[in-house]
């Protein structure tokens, strides 16, 4: 079965700092990459997603990159505010009879200084 | 507003009790999960079911069990609770979209403690 790997697993940045995420998945025929932000105490939400289709897509100040040939995908955020202090969660399924059964990473707690 | 309902915010229980945890949506999705949350693991999907009556099993199906009797309600059930399985856990409802890429809707999760 697929397997998703996230790094780092916390990460600590200052206000107005770029802050980068990274994940590998292991199988080739995923072909849906979503990410989830979940703040403290409530659900995890989807926040950006990209297809294999697709090498990068934007949402503001968050960006998410593919590289399908290295099978890692990247979230990128920019100009980080208190409020982007969360979990973050990457997440790789595949098509057909996958019924959209979603692997997700480790996770990475990231912490914006004011 | 709420869609996804999860009927047990904390539960505390003893070594070898049955628990069922609850979950409600009330979206008309096909698809419903289960997944445990532990720091450090990440999300592990444990079950998931893609109709009425049908389930799979996910990555860590063992020491559990899953029922979908109705469309809006999937139950997750511990036939002999360890203290292994004390976690945090999160239902999630999905539409069936064919390329898979379906956007999980998550409950506010069910923590449970076993003693």
């Known amino acids: 079965g697929e397997n998703v790997e996230q790094h780092p697993s916390t990460l600590s940045v200052q206000e107005g700092d770029s802050a980068v995420i990274k994940c590998t998945y292991s199988d080739s025929a995923s072909n849906y990459f979503p990410w989830y932000k979940q703040e403290l105490g409530k659900r995890p939400q989807l926040i950006i997603d990209i297809r294999s289709n697709v090498g990068e897509k934007k949402d503001q100040r968050i960006a998410v990159t593919l590289n399908k040939t290295a099978k890692h995908f990247s979230l990128h955020i920019t100009e980080t505010q208190p409020e982007d202090s969360a979990v973050y969660f990457c997440?790789?399924?595949?098509?057909?009879?996958?019924?959209?059964?979603?692997?997700f990473g480790q996770g990475t707690i990231l912490t914006v200084h004011p | 507003d709420v869609k996804v309902t999860q009927s047990s915010r904390y539960l505390v229980k003893r070594t070898g009790e049955k628990v069922f945890l609850e979950c409600v949506q009330d979206?008309?999705?096909?698809?419903m999960f289960w997944y445990r949350q532990d720091p450090g693991l990440g999300l592990r999907l444990i079950y998931f079911?893609?109709?009425?009556?049908?389930?799979e099993k996910g990555d860590i199906p063992e020491g559990y069990s899953v029922s979908r009797e109705k469309k809006e309600r999937f139950s997750l059930i511990l036939e002999s609770a360890s203290t292994n399985q004390t976690s945090m856990y999160l239902c999630?409802?999905?539409?069936?979209?064919?390329?898979?890429?379906?956007?999980?809707?998550f409950g506010a999760g069910s923590r449970l403690t076993v003693l």
């Open positions: 999630a409802s999905s539409e069936q979209v064919p390329s898979g890429a379906n956007v999980l809707t």
């Open positions: 997440a790789a399924s595949g098509g057909g009879t996958s019924y959209g059964k979603l692997t």
């Open positions: 079911s893609y109709d009425v009556k049908m389930k």
């Open positions: 979206m008309d999705h096909e698809n």
